[in-house]
């Protein structure tokens, strides 16, 4: 799913690059329209095995994660494209698209342990010493 999710954003990003859009406004266009692809497939095929109750607060987790790390792919763009302005005296296409194609990498790695540990955490496990006997305590 995620490089269904990764391909729906790069093509997004060039579709609004090519459109006029600029780079940090594309990027953030592009990431919103993968995000849905990416909730779907996260929570019917990564995390399938974890629990399904509190499905509204898995949702709101997953958009504070996702406007996060929108945010951070945002910026990073943001950061490249200056980058290659200051280098190279412009943001060429290609420049771009290594920049968006990065800041993915890395957003990746940080969207990935969010959804892991926070939107879709493994269900509490309960051990021996923690179920109640039914008697009481001496």
């Avoid at 995000?35 to 399904?52: H, K, P, Q």
């Avoid at 709101?60 to 005296?89: E, K, P, Q, S, Y």
Wanted: proline share 4%; with cysteine; glycine share 10%.
């Amino acid at each position: 799913m995620g490089a269904v999710s990764t391909l729906i954003e790069v093509v997004a990003f060039n579709l609004l690059l090519i459109a006029g859009v600029d780079p940090v406004s594309a990027k953030v266009i592009a990431s919103l329209i993968a995000l849905v692809n990416a909730y779907i497939g996260n929570r019917e095929w990564a995390f399938r095995t974890r629990s399904r109750t509190g499905a509204g607060r898995q949702i709101i987790r997953f958009l504070i994660v996702n406007a996060v790390c929108t945010a951070i792919g945002g910026g990073a763009v943001w950061l490249g494209a200056r980058a290659l302005d200051a280098v190279f005296g412009e943001t060429h296409p290609l420049g771009l698209n290594i920049v968006n194609l990065v800041s993915i990498a890395g957003v990746t790695v940080v969207r990935f342990a969010a959804y892991h540990f926070f939107v879709f955490p493994s269900a509490r496990v309960t051990t021996g010493a923690e179920t109640p006997s039914g008697r009481l305590a001496p």
